[in-house]
C-alpha cells in the first residue's frame, strides 16, 4: 500500500502542475514540498484544491496532512520495523 495524495473532499488528484500561490507571490507544486513554500519557507496547514480554472478540483481548503491517503498504515509499518529492531538482540 502506497501513500496515495487525494483531495480529501472531492478526491481530485495533483497531477504534478504548479497551482498553489504563497502570500510571497511564489507558485509551486505544495506535494513537493510537504506545504513548505521553496521561496519564503512559509508552511501551510491547510491547503486549497484547485477549482474552476484549473483541471478538476472543488476549491475547498483542507488541512495538508488530510491530502496524503494510507499514511497512518504507512507510518504503522514503519514504527513496527523499529520497534522489532530495537529488540533485536545485538
Known amino acids: 500500500m502506497e501513500v496515495e495524495i487525494l483531495c ?9 502542475g504548479k497551482y498553489w500561490r504563497c502570500t510571497c507571490g511564489n507558485v509551486w507544486n ?4 510537504a506545504g513548505k ?18 483541471p478538476g478540483g472543488c476549491g475547498k481548503w483542507s488541512p495538508h496532512i488530510d491530502w496524503y491517503r494510507n ?16 529488540n ?3
Open 8 to 16: 480529501p473532499k472531492c478526491d481530485w488528484k495533483p497531477d504534478g
Open 30 to 33: 505544495t506535494f513537493e514540498t
Open 37 to 54: 513554500c521553496p521561496q519564503c519557507n512559509k508552511i501551510w496547514d491547510e491547503t486549497a484544491c484547485p477549482g474552476p480554472g484549473f
Open 88 to 90: 533485536v538482540p545485538s
Open 71 to 86: 499514511l497512518d498504515y504507512i507510518l504503522q509499518l514503519e514504527l513496527k520495523k523499529i520497534l522489532h529492531f530495537k
